[in-house]
């Protein structure tokens, strides 16, 4: 590597581009008007659409203006309110990736309609509960329904990915705090209610970027499920234990499961007898060689 | 070539447009979904480790840097929490950052420096906006409101100071005039969410798109009935894609895949080249602009490589 080209000044802009050497070589007449002369500032302003700091409000719907030019709907956003939340409202309205299952892309309650899914209806809805409830909790509970009842409770997380969720999420109520902030002495704690609703925003934050990356790697979420539930089912897990694990969880009392019956227990006679020496019977090693 | 190990998962790395061994590097704990970010500014040595040269913290996940084209030693940040934030390497950690914008109401996902006019950056946002900044300016410009989902990504024409394109997770890839109240043109570019777009440095009608549908697509925007090349051979998502600055044909992409490829699209094999020393998801590159085929590439394995084209990224 070569050293600091030090003849490059501060404000007198880096060394010329390789493709600005080579000089102007499109294939063709570009369909752009010709650059304007003076800074971006002037020549946005001179051309009437300049609109400074203007904050667009994540639910404006003007944003939306070319929808139309769109091939299908687009799905809403993870952190959007969703209305129609589930399985079938939501997801099948789309058809956009059939294989996850209705619609797993980008939103809580596509979360939840991906246990409704492809997973959902078959034998591994059990596997899958603990996203699925994640779907439920943000859809039925946070925003469509009562604002704080019970179904935001960590039930409703379940295992597995739950609680990841839960430690994570708890960080929530200090993301909004900027280290970097030169100013003055740490403010007032914040409130009970303030800093409940920090949580909720860390959720919120949270499941949205988990969503996202799901939406931009869907192909690898479905073969990460898919490998896990592979894991489950290998390891006895899915079926058995799993639902002991949510009935034990929900406060059934469920009787542990008895590792040696007593007895024969099916046509091969009982496993145990391969363990262990056995006595044999007296005489019984007579004759084995034909004693004549 | 050596390694650096960052202590978070990287995001983004750009090779200085100044300097052909400095690096910056965008990081974020927990794969960004939650937690701190970090941007390190990073020194190749001719032989020996790479050094650090400057490390600040933000109080999200950092998702993309870019260089000032005007100051060796401005940098740009998109951070998670919505705002872009300029860092100044002269100036001590204390003062830093030097100015944050927040304007952008859901995470900032790229940014980018317009290497023409270099006075002005643009930024591309979850919140379906594109602003337009300008470094004298303690507000956007203007913001180019028209994609119906995420804008993953945006980046300036090299050859045209008013002209970028988007590309946006509603499948459509744009070009924009900043003179123009709306989008210039909508190409709708790939079935599924279109997470990069790049212009080629040397034909100011060509940019590539890369997809969720794991293909790289070439479109000339004078006639984008039809693309002018796919690229198949990523096995999932295709998460950057960046053209050469020292060949008009050759296009670098890294994938979920966690592999880093190298594409020639105007020849009929078009995989030239193909890197799999990431162990996690490969979602930053960048190719040096003053070193022709020097390569950098980061990841979730918190690992950046910098190499030559042909050579082994791991070898030491």
């Known amino acids: 590597m070569a050293t600091n080209n030090s003849s490059q000044q501060s404000g007198a802009g880096p060394p010329p581009k390789p493709w600005e050497r080579a000089g102007g070589t499109s294939s063709g007449p570009a369909p752009f008007k010709p650059p304007s002369a003076g800074s971006t500032s002037d020549v946005v302003e001179a051309s009437g659409t300049a609109r400074p700091g203007e904050i667009v409000p994540t639910n404006d719907t003007t944003s939306a203006i070319n929808r139309s030019t769109l091939g299908r709907p687009v799905p809403s956003r993870p952190w959007e309110q969703q209305q129609t939340y589930g399985g079938a409202g939501y997801g099948s309205g789309l058809g956009y990736n059939s294989g996850l299952g209705a619609g797993g892309y980008g939103s809580y309650g596509g979360m939840g309609s991906y246990n409704s899914g492809l997973y959902g209806n078959n034998m591994y809805r059990g596997g899958y509960g603990g996203l699925g409830g994640v779907g439920g909790m943000y859809g039925g509970g946070m925003y469509g329904g009562g604002m704080y009842n019970s179904s935001y409770g960590m039930g409703g997380m379940g295992m597995g990915m739950g609680g990841m969720g839960m430690g994570m999420g708890m960080g929530g109520p200090y993301g909004d705090e900027d280290p970097n902030n030169p100013f003055g002495a740490p403010s007032q704690p914040p409130g009970f209610w303030i800093s409940l609703m920090r949580v909720m925003q860390g959720f919120v934050t949270f499941f949205g970027r988990v969503a996202m990356l799901i939406d931009q790697n869907a192909q690898a979420f479905h073969m990460f499920m898919s490998a896990l539930l592979q894991l489950f089912d290998r390891s006895g897990l899915l079926y058995g234990e799993l639902a002991r694990f949510v009935l034990r969880i929900l406060g059934a009392k469920t009787k542990p499961k008895k590792l040696h019956p007593p007895g024969p227990s099916g046509p091969h006679g009982p496993q145990t007898q391969i363990e262990g020496p056995k006595g044999a019977p007296a005489g019984a090693w007579d004759g084995v060689w034909g004693n004549n | ?316």
């Open chain 2, 1 to 316: 070539m050596p390694v650096f190990k960052t202590p978070f998962n990287g995001y983004s790395v750009k090779f200085s447009p100044f300097y052909e061994q400095r690096l910056a590097v965008a990081t974020s704990q927990n794969f960004g979904i939650l937690g701190n970010g970090r941007l390190h500014v990073i020194d190749l040595s001719p032989a020996g480790p790479i050094a650090e040269i400057a490390a600040f913290d933000t109080a999200d996940g950092v998702y993309d840097v870019s260089w000032s084209e005007s100051h060796d030693s401005l940098l740009i940040a998109a951070v998670a929490d919505g705002s872009v934030k300029l860092y100044d390497l002269s100036l001590p950690p204390t003062s830093n950052p030097v100015r944050s914008l927040s304007e952008h109401t859901r995470e900032t996902h790229s940014v980018d420096y317009n290497s023409v006019r270099r006075d002005s950056f643009i930024s591309s946002s979850w919140d379906d906006t594109i602003k337009l900044w300008t470094i004298d300016r303690p507000t956007s410009v203007r913001t180019f409101k028209e994609h119906a989902y995420c804008v993953y990504s945006a980046a300036w024409n090299p050859r045209h100071a008013d002209v970028f394109a988007s590309a946006s997770g509603d499948c459509t890839a744009r070009i924009w005039d900043v003179r123009e109240p709306g989008s210039n043109m909508i190409l709708p570019a790939h079935e599924f969410e279109i997470l990069s777009c790049d212009w080629n440095k040397y034909d100011d009608a060509v940019i590539a798109t890369s997809s969720v549908d794991k293909s790289i697509k070439v479109w000339d925007v004078r006639n984008y009935r039809v693309p002018v090349a796919v690229l198949n051979g990523h096995g999932y998502a295709v998460r950057k894609v960046k053209f050469s600055p020292h060949r008009g044909s050759v296009i670098v992409s890294c994938s979920y895949d966690m592999s880093v490829c190298m594409w020639d699209y105007m020849v009929e094999d078009s995989l030239i080249g193909r890197y799999d020393h990431h162990t996690e998801f490969a979602v930053g590159v960048d190719m040096s602009v003053l070193v022709e085929g020097l390569l950098a590439s980061t990841g979730w394995d918190e690992l950046v490589y910098v190499w030559q084209h042909g050579t082994d990224p791991k070898a030491p």
